[in-house]
């Protein structure tokens, strides 16, 4: 039990050492990060706790709460995914377009 | 108005069969023709290279809306005074251009928009699934767009400079044509539908948008507006 719950707990700081670092540097969306990451660390030191957190919400049993919620996460971070990558779409459109119309204007103005 | 002052753009991407053919009738009527190359893999370019006509090249290819709105981006900077959007792969008769520009120059509307349907000669030639998948079309952009229009998904349009400086397409693929409709409700442009012929040539009908394509224009326009 100690090994797991120390598996899971360096697994944890990881990602959220990772998200900070290379993902968000803005302020919501660390804290929404750091929040999660305070419970499931709450959760891994205490695993009674998500019984009572998912008896009180009358989900059941511990596990299916955390799968809940790890499909509620999920689907929040393939939402985020999709915005960021349109972002970067878009400059890369752009750019595209401003390499473009500028090399036809060079070629038509004959600089 | 000075025909060189309407810019018909012209979005291609690998087209060689058919780009000289397309281009030369927009030439001869005197208009400005600007044909955005998409990041064509075929010939295209080489072909274009010979006509008189302003060349704008995607080095990677983005989607037609994304060449639709280069191609606006540099008519508006080189003085356009109407713009006209025209597909490469012949399907428009350059005939019909003209009907698309009374309209706008008689300062009616800001933008004109060609239909199939309104000519019922004209969309008796629609092959039956096309036509069926169009006024699907028609039914979800009255919908979610609040425009009410025969066809919704008509490529052939023309837009007053007015008009083409307040509509910036962002949809670089197929949805452009849910959105630019989208646009023009929002920002309160004046409009009017324009009968036209869309020529279903075998070139055209493989080189056409498939069923399967058409959900995956509207999962794009859906996820474009409401997670934008």
């Known amino acids: ?6 598996i899971l707990f360096i697994l944890l700081l990881t990602a959220i050492a990772i998200y900070f670092r290379y993902f968000s540097h803005q302020i919501i969306g660390r804290i929404i990060v750091l929040a999660m990451g305070c419970v499931l660390f709450i959760f ?15 989900i059941g049993r511990g596990v299916d709460l955390i799968f809940y919620l790890a499909h509620a996460f999920m689907l929040i971070i393939v939402g985020l995914l ?22 036809s204007r060079q070629k038509t103005d004959g600089k | 108005m000075k025909s060189e002052n309407i810019f018909i753009i012209v979005p291609t991407y690998n087209e060689a069969a058919v780009i000289q053919e397309t281009l030369q009738p927009l030439i001869d009527g005197g208009y ?8 064509s893999t075929d010939e295209t370019y080489a072909k274009i290279k ?37 597909d490469a792969d012949g399907q428009h008769d350059h005939h019909n251009i003209g009907h698309l520009l009374r309209p706008i120059l008689e300062k009616r509307v800001d933008v004109a928009l060609g239909s199939r349907f ?56 197929m949805a452009h044509a849910s959105e630019i409709l989208h646009q023009i409700a929002k920002k309160k ?12 040539t075998e070139y055209a009908k493989n080189k056409g948008q498939s069923i399967s394509n058409s959900i995956n224009i509207l999962i794009d326009f859906l996820l474009g507006r409401f997670l934008r």
Do not use: C
């Not at chain 2, 400005?32 to 990041?39: A, L, R």
């Open chain 1, 82 to 103: 999709y915005i960021k990558l349109k972002e970067q779409q878009s400059i890369l459109t752009e750019l595209i377009r401003k390499i473009a119309i500028e090399f």
């Open chain 2, 118 to 173: 309104l000519n019922k000669e004209h969309a008796r030639q629609i092959p039956l699934a096309k036509r069926s998948l169009l006024r699907l079309a028609t039914l979800f952009t009255i919908l979610v767009s609040n425009i009410s229009l025969t066809d919704t998904h008509n490529g052939f349009r023309a837009f007053s400079r007015n008009a083409a400086e307040k509509i910036k397409i962002n949809e670089n693929r």
């Open chain 2, 50 to 86: 010979q006509m008189p006509v302003h060349i704008i090249r995607h080095i990677i290819n983005l989607g037609q809306g994304a060449a639709l709105q280069t191609g606006m981006e540099y008519a508006l900077s080189r003085g356009a005074d109407i713009i006209v959007h025209f």
């Open chain 2, 189 to 200: 442009l004046s409009y009017t539908e324009v009968p036209i012929q869309v020529l279903y």
């Open chain 1, 44 to 58: 891994i030191l205490f695993p009674p706790t998500a019984n009572y957190v998912a008896w009180s919400l009358g």
């Open chain 2, 32 to 39: 400005s023709v600007v044909v955005v190359d998409d990041g």
């Open chain 1, 1 to 6: 039990m100690i090994i797991i719950q120390g």
